[in-house]
């Protein structure tokens, strides 16, 4: 039987309570292969404040957000909306997951948790190929065993292990989208890249100036003045 494990070093808030019950009757109805995971996002450094089946991604109480949640929190991402359901989440070791979110609010409405469902469909995955190879050579048309979306469905949210993790996979990937290497980028260039780094959430994170300074082979007073130009032009 799945068992939900607690951080005991934090305080849950109060808005919790009814999901701890949740997560263990999630995990029990959907399997070993699923992990249901509570965010808090008053610190997303260590938002996962409790977790069932973490061998799933390989994450712990304590761990940092994803992506996804910083999105959300940064940019109010999905206000209208009550939750997301059945998109593509990846882990850095490469697992792909069926995911979806659910979002805790306060009572005035603003995002204070998730509860997140990720399921590792992979024997789903791998009897749909079979299929497919099987089909292939009996001429049974595809579409009559058609499982779903394929692996060609875009990435929404990555999980990470870690803080330094989680930010330094959204400074890579957002700095090689410029298609120019650092050193040859201009101040234009360089203050676009940071405002897609701030448009993502990763300023959310402690630490992610210095990890920003040195992705960009700047200064981090220098990264300052540049996320101040962003923030200006936002107003």
């Known amino acids: 039987m799945s ?9 849950l808030r109060p808005e919790f309570a009814p999901y701890l019950p ?31 089946n973490g061998h799933v991604s390989g994450r712990s109480v304590g761990g940092p957000a994803t992506d996804l949640v910083l ?23 490469g697992g792909a997951f069926r995911s979806s979110t659910f979002f805790i ?18 024997p789903l995955r791998r009897a749909r190929d079979l299929l497919e190879a099987i ?12 499982l779903g979306a394929g692996a ?3 990435v929404a949210e990555r999980l990470s292990a870690s803080v330094d993790e989680l930010a330094l996979d959204g400074i890579d990937r957002i700095v090689s989208a410029r298609g120019v290497e650092p050193h040859r980028m201009s101040v234009q260039e360089k203050t ?22 040195s992705a960009l082979q700047v200064s981090e007073p220098t990264v300052y003045r540049y996320l101040s130009q962003v923030r200006r032009a936002r107003v």
């Open 22 to 52: 949740m997560m263990d009757f999630l995990a029990e109805l959907l399997g070993p292969r699923t992990e249901v995971v509570l965010h808090d996002t008053s610190d997303v450094s260590r938002s996962i404040v409790a977790l069932t």
């Open 71 to 93: 999105k959300v929190l940064q940019n109010h991402e999905h206000d209208d909306r009550d939750f997301l359901a059945n998109y593509l989440a990846v882990s850095r070791t």
């Open 192 to 213: 676009a890249t940071v405002g897609d780094l701030e448009r993502a959430g990763v300023f959310l994170l402690k630490g992610a100036v210095a990890q920003v300074a």
């Open 135 to 146: 089909t292939a050579t009996t001429g049974v048309p595809k579409a009559a065993v058609d």
């Open 3 to 11: 068992r939900t494990v607690v951080d005991e070093r934090r305080v």
């Open 152 to 154: 060609a469905a875009p």
């Open 105 to 122: 609010r306060d009572r005035a409405g603003a995002v204070v948790g998730m509860l997140c469902v990720n399921v590792d469909d992979e």
